[in-house]
């Protein structure tokens, strides 16, 4: 099982913009599709993002057209670009390495990372 770290969290004002990064150890990162998921105090884990081995892309509603998630298979890491960020986005992000993709979501595996916080101030 692959170890997954993120970083880039911190504290931001609301519209401002964050970088997220989740390097993967272990071979074969190419071959595996990735999804970024937060959770808020008092509140479940929810989707954010997903990239598939192939690039493809879905985004939860709530962040489509302000986040982009890429990945550099070169750099065995998966970013989240967040832009344009709310108090809404306050939450842990994780990263989730070998999940599948199914009508648009991502189903994630039982591989996280420790997650990295974020805090929009309004």
């Known amino acids: 099982q692959a170890r997954l770290v993120e970083s880039g969290g911190g504290l931001v004002q609301t519209g401002g913009s964050l970088r997220l990064s989740c390097i993967a150890s272990?071979?074969?990162?190419?071959?595996?599709?990735m999804g970024w998921f937060r959770q808020a105090p008092g509140k479940e884990r929810e989707f954010v993002a997903t990239?598939?081995?192939?690039?493809?892309?879905y985004y939860a509603d709530s962040v489509k057209d302000r986040f982009i998630i890429s990945r550099d298979n070169d750099k065995s890491t998966l970013y989240l670009q967040m832009n344009n960020l709310k108090p809404e986005d306050t939450a842990v992000y994780y990263c989730?390495?070998?999940?599948?993709?199914?009508?648009?979501?991502?189903?994630?595996?039982?591989?996280w990372g420790q997650g990295t916080q974020v805090t929009v101030s309004s």
């Open positions: 990239i598939s081995w192939g690039s493809l892309l």
């Open positions: 272990g071979p074969s990162f190419s071959s595996y599709s």
């Open positions: 989730n390495q070998g999940g599948r993709i199914e009508n648009r979501r991502y189903l994630p595996s039982d591989s």
